[in-house]
Structure formats: C-alpha cells, structure tokens
C-alpha cells in the first residue's frame, strides 16, 4: 500500500496517478444510491407515497450531479497542474511512465498535453448538458478511455482504448427513446471496417518488432539499426512489409479522422447524439484519428508517409470540396456544423502530412481551436433545439429580435468558423496554409478558393436564422375581458403570439467559458 500510494505522489507519474484518480472516482458514482430503491415499501397513500418519491429523486439526482460536475473538475484542475510543469522547450516525451506488468507505457508531450487540456476542459459542460444518471456514468467512463488513449504510448493500449469510447458513444446515440439506432449502427460499421484493419496490423507488427509500444517501433523500424544487432535491419524495412503496415493504419485512422469516402457515418452520428454527444464528439474524438497520424504513423513510418503524400492530398482536397459544397445545401443545423468539420478536418490532415518543420504544431493549434469553435456551435443548436424542438433551418428566422444574446454568441461563433481575423480558426489555417505552402503551393492555393464556399454556406445559415421576419411558437387565442370576471361568456377573443425566451443564466454561463477560449486563443495564441 505504501510503495502504491508513493507511486501515485511521484511527480514523474503524474500522467499515470491522474488516470488513476479518475477510475477511482467513476467506481465510487456507481454507488451512489438512484433513489428509486425502497421508496415502493411506504404504506402511505398513494398521493403522499407519490409526493416523497419524486422529491427523493430529485433529491438523489441533483447529489449525483454534483458529484459528477465535481469528478470531472479534478482532471481540469490536474491538466493545468501539468501544463505548468511541462518543459515546452524540450520536443520529446515527458513525464513516462511504464507499467511492466500491463506492457503499458503511458507520457505526454505538446500535442497530448493540449489535446488533455481541451478534453478535461469539455466534460464539465457535458455534464452540465446531460441529464439522466445513465448519461453520467457514460461520460464519466468516456474521459477516462479518451485520456488514456490521449496520453498512452502503445498502439495495442490506443486501439483498445479508442475502441472502448465507440462502444460508449454507440450507447449514448443509440439510446431509446430519443436516440437513433441506425446511425449508432452505421457508425459501428464504419469503425469496425476499420478495426478489423487495425488489429492484424497490431499483430504484425508486435511479430516484427517484439512490442507494440512506440518507442521500441521507433527504434525498430525508422533507423537504420534495429535493437537487436543480430538481427538484420533489413528483416525489419522490407519494403513489402511496410507498405501493408503503412496502408493499414492510414486506412484506420483515415476512418476515424474522417476523409472522403468513409465520412458519411459523422454527419448521421451528430443528428442522432444529445447535444452533449455532438460537442465532445467534435471537440476531442475526431482528434483521436490526428494523433493517431501524428504520433503511430509518421514516427514509425516516415518513408511510406512522404510516399503517399500526393494521394492524401487528393483524398483532403475533395473531402475539403465536398464537405462545402453540401454545407450549402443542408436544412439541418446539426449537419452544417457537422459537414463544415469534416472540411476542417481534411485541412488537418493535409497538415500533417506535408511532413513540414511545424506541421505537427501547426495542426495541434487547428485542432484545439476546432475542438473549441465546434462545438460552441452544436451547443448553441442545442439551445435553440430546446426552445423550438427542431433543427430544420426552414423554421428559424428573425431570431435576433427576441434573442440579442444568442444571436451575438451566434455571430461571433459563425466569424471563428469562417476563419475571420483575431479568432483563432484564422491564426491555425494560416499555420497550416504555410505548412502545405513550403510542401506544394498549388493545394494550399486550391484550399484558399474553396474556403469561400465554406463562408457563403457560413453566413447564408447566419443570415437565414437570425435576420428576417421574426419566428414566432405556436400561438393562441384568450378572452379580452374589459369588464370583470362576470362579462368574460361574451367577450371578444384575441390573438396573441408565443416567442421563445432569451438566454437564461444558465445557459450563457455554459457559453461563456467556450467564447472566453475561442477569444483568448485568437488574440493571445501564444499565452
């Protein structure tokens, strides 16, 4: 018990103590009691018995809120603890730990630790959105696979780690009865295409290698020597095996990333999630595939990335095409978000494999500032979903007659989207404009083009939703009554109209800490 609790005090360990903590915490929410249990033994009326049970339960299910916000506060907390620590002059890996007994090797470096520091900084909001028990348990169970597959330096420990959060996503869309089983199953699909992909590779690769942990890959298979001196380098750099190594994972994390053609599961996937699902889906799971690329695949195979360059920038530039062009003719909020992360996403991608001096930075800088632009759009949809039970942009117009606050959120988030200067979306395609520049000038000049789809479908929804005549609920009729309650059989009827309210307190408290980010990361990016 000492030499456990001296490991989890190690400052060196502290990676490995926060994941830890964190499982701890999530086994103690399980206990915590529904509520439900021993209510239906009363032998009062059945009025009264009624009465006490819903109190008890609202009772019950306000401490397991809390108690959840406060869980996923403690990594929050514990990420900024590492970024002040972190040394951000060194390039290597930093803090690893390797656990001998699991075969786990777990360290961060700038890419993870931003990344981490995005993810704990997403899931109190998420709590805050969600609002059943279930729904808890899941997120709670989410940070900590996301965090281990965020900070893991194994790709046998990445795979199950990643594959554990699709089965909890699946879960959370495929919920009953608000959810949609044909697109939990069609992201099943998907990802499972590509996992069988992956784990044959997993295999291959610990019989070449002897590991799967990304430090002995490095050294087996990008250098020239292998470990073993008995054993020829050569055995290990045949060509033909790493070019069914290289496909394999660029056909996994292409999936999850996602790339034309295998995009169709993520615009289904962010209908059918709650509006908890759809910001920690485009905030932190669609990195997952980026530090995929960036720390499995170009490390352990630089000569077959450089090979395909020209074949990933064809598959970015039309899924960057694409993803605009059908951004201009969606009716679904949730879809316009969704299919305008796809185009960021590609941009991404091409940014990581121009293989630059910075490009790993570069596209570390988009992601964060994606994974905060996104989703504050998807949560100002699931607001305006609250209020008017739909997501259908036909219904919506002159919203910023009743709703001033919402309609300015709107319009700064709309700005970040588009790349508008002094937001931080403008700063990170820039940074990775100039990766691809230094590579090939023609697709860099290609994406600039098409980025002015990607404004006309911005601002069309913008312009769509809040300007024009005002968008009124259902309305009604009730007795003008002038002359006290005994004229009100005779009194003539009149016409009143319904509007949805304006932003509670509540609601722009979960705003503001997305706006404060998006603002602060576009004029102060180097803070």
């Keep these: ?143 900590i696979v996301i965090y281990g597959a965020l900070n893991v330096l194994d790709l046998l420990g990445f795979y199950v780690l990643f594959e554990a959060s699709l089965i909890l996503l699946f879960l959370l869309i495929g919920r009953t009865p608000f959810g949609n089983i044909e697109a939990a199953y069609k992201i099943v699909l998907y990802t499972m295409a590509g996992s069988l992909v992956l784990l044959p590779i997993i295999f291959v690769l610990y019989a070449l290698g002897g590991s799967t942990s990304l430090l002995y890959l490095m050294c087996n298979f990008s250098s020239q020597q292998s470990l073993d001196d008995t054993l020829p380098s050569q055995w290990i750099d045949l060509p033909e095996r790493q070019l069914i190594l290289g496909w394999g994972l660029f056909l996994v994390f292409a999936v999850k990333i996602p790339l034309l053609p295998v995009h169709l599961w993520l615009p289904e996937a962010h209908v059918a999630a709650p509006t908890a699902g759809s910001v920690l889906l485009a905030g932190v799971l669609l990195k ?112 910023g007659a009743h709703m001033p606050i919402f309609s300015i959120f709107f319009f700064l988030c709309t700005l970040a989207n588009l790349s508008f200067p002094l937001f931080p979306n403008f700063i990170a395609e820039f940074l990775c404009l100039t990766s691809i520049f230094s590579v090939h000038s023609l697709y860099a000049y290609i994406f600039c083009v098409c980025q002015v789809l990607g404004t006309v479908a911005s601002f069309w929804a913008f312009n769509r939703i809040i300007h024009g005549m005002p968008f009124s ?55």
Aim: glycine share 6%; with cysteine.
């Design 1 to 143: 018990m000492l030499n456990f609790l001296s490991f989890l005090f190690n400052p060196n360990n502290t990676v490995v103590s926060l994941l830890v903590v964190l499982i701890v915490l999530t086994m103690i929410a399980f206990v915590i009691p529904s509520g439900s249990s021993n209510l239906g033994n009363s032998t009062t009326s059945p009025m009264v018995n009624n009465n006490f049970m819903a109190q008890s339960e609202s009772s019950y299910f306000s401490i397991t809120k809390s108690y959840c916000l406060f869980v996923t506060m403690v990594p929050l907390i514990w990420s900024l603890y590492l970024w002040a620590v972190f040394d951000a002059v060194g390039h290597s890996l930093q803090m690893v730990v390797t656990l001998e007994r699991l075969h786990l090797s777990f360290g961060i470096d700038s890419v993870s630790l931003s990344l981490t520091i995005l993810t704990t900084a997403l899931f109190p909001l998420c709590i805050m959105l969600m609002r059943t028990f279930k729904g808890y348990i899941t997120f709670l169970l989410l940070e």
């Design 288 to 399: 997952l595939g980026g530090i995929g690329f960036i720390r499995f695949m170009i490390p352990i195979l630089p000569t077959f990335t450089a090979s395909i360059f020209p074949l990933v920038c064809c598959m970015c530039l039309a899924s960057f095409l694409f993803s605009t062009l059908s951004t201009i003719r969606q009716i679904d909020l949730k879809k316009i978000v969704a299919y305008s992360s796809i185009g960021h996403m590609a941009m991404i991608t091409l940014a990581i494999f121009s293989m630059s001096e910075y490009s790993a930075y570069n596209a570390t800088f988009m992601m964060v500032a994606h994974g905060l632009v996104s989703p504050c759009l998807f949560l100002l949809v699931g607001l305006l979903y609250d209020r008017y039970h739909t997501k259908f942009l036909l219904y919506f117009t002159g919203l």
């Design 473 to 527: 609920l259902p309305s009604g009729t009730i007795p003008l009554v002038e002359h006290g309650k005994d004229a009100i059989e005779n009194a003539p009827m009149l016409q009143y109209t319904r509007w949805a309210g304006p932003l509670s307190r509540l609601e722009v408290s979960l705003v503001l800490p997305l706006m404060i980010g998006i603002i602060w990361l576009g004029v102060k990016p180097m803070a």
